[in-house]
């Protein structure tokens, strides 16, 4: 494993202050790259068998859509409390934060969430890592501001890159693998420094703990939080073919590689953003029984983009705002989509289901 950091913590130090973080609380961040221990208190998740999951993605543009959205968030939460949220990506538009003390951090995160006061399992995703234009993931390292702002903030879980959260943590009832594909997929490939490498330190040490985690895991549900997904409908595509594409790696090739090799059968769900839309995929034969779920249309929608993939789909809009809620109970899975009015807030219960 890398044993120093660029911050020049050690690893031996960041991870044994960040299970003094985490030893207290029943939602538990297994921290296997560089990590950060938590300066203030984090929310606790409501405790209980039942867990009420909001799924939202793409959202952190600190406008109008993503204030309807965390509107429409805050009505359902009333009514229904939320045990925690997942953030799949595309946290801080368009390029990233400058460091843990950017206030787009408070902008287009903390103000927007106001009474949402749960933890937030967030993803990187290729906005958050830019590095000369908006997206392109050129700038791998600039995540890690992300990682640091996991001290600074009492909703905001992101120990480190990658990751896991057991909820509860005893017996658990959900584990979910929140993982970092952004080295996979960048439009500005890391060329210049190994670390970053298809089959760099990096990602080789993300492989094998996620190899290690799936298979160590006692939940009922396994899910893994991506940014980029595998399927989808939405115009940036499957990887492999991420953009209609033929180059390598920007085409994801090494992205679709990962997800079949270490994913794909293992989990019931892959949770994804990216492509600004809604959507519930079927499982295909290529997802050994594992489901697609798109939920990128917290901040921004496809728009006038039409839909490009084939594949099959329980529901899917490409042009609306909206979250998805998933409740996970022993021996089921349920899904619900709620569609969100840009102008007022309102909210539309459009897809209600089990998907598990």
């Not at 296997?32 to 543009?61: Q, S």
């Amino acid at each position: 494993m890398h044993e120093q950091f660029s911050n020049g913590i050690g690893r031996r130090e960041v991870l044994a202050g960040a299970a003094g973080v985490v030893a207290g609380l029943s939602l538990v961040g297994l921290t296997p790259a560089a990590a950060v221990p938590a300066e203030v208190p984090k929310f606790a998740p409501k405790a209980g068998r039942h867990v009420r999951v909001l799924i939202t993605g793409d959202a952190g543009t600190g406008t109008r859509p993503q204030w309807a959205v965390a509107d429409a968030a805050r009505e359902y939460h009333a009514r229904q409390p939320f045990t925690l949220a997942v953030g799949l990506g595309d946290n801080i538009y368009d390029s990233g934060p400058s460091g843990p003390d950017d206030e787009q951090f408070a902008t287009k995160f903390e103000n927007p969430n106001a009474g949402l006061d749960f933890p937030w399992a967030m993803v990187l995703g290729n906005h958050d890592t830019s590095g000369v234009f908006p997206g392109d993931g050129g700038w791998l390292a600039r995540g890690n501001h992300e990682v640091e702002y996991h001290a600074k903030s009492a909703r905001w879980w992101m120990p480190s890159r990658y990751y896991s959260v057991r909820v509860p943590e005893q017996n658990p009832v959900v584990e979910f693998f929140v993982l970092d594909l952004n080295p996979l997929a960048a439009y500005i490939p890391p060329l210049l420094d190994p670390y970053w490498a298809v089959d760099g330190p990096y990602m080789n040490e993300q492989r094998a703990w996620l190899d290690r985690a799936l298979a160590e895991s006692t939940a009922q549900w396994k899910i893994a939080c991506t940014h980029h997904p595998y399927l989808s409908n939405g115009p940036h595509g499957d990887a492999g073919n991420y953009e209609g594409l033929p180059i390598e790696p920007i085409n994801g090739v090494h992205a679709k590689r990962f997800f079949e090799d270490h994913v794909l059968g293992k989990v019931s769900f892959v949770l994804s953003g990216h492509d600004h839309t809604l959507q519930v995929l079927e499982p295909t034969p290529a997802t050994l029984g594992t489901r697609q779920i798109v939920s990128g249309a917290a901040g921004k929608t496809a728009g006038g983009h039409p839909r490009t993939g084939p594949h099959q789909a329980l529901f899917e809009t490409q042009h609306e705002l909206g979250f998805m809620v998933m409740d996970l109970a022993a021996n089921s899975a349920n899904l619900r989509i709620l569609t969100v009015d840009p102008a007022s807030g309102a909210s539309t219960q459009v897809f209600d289901r089990r998907i598990g």
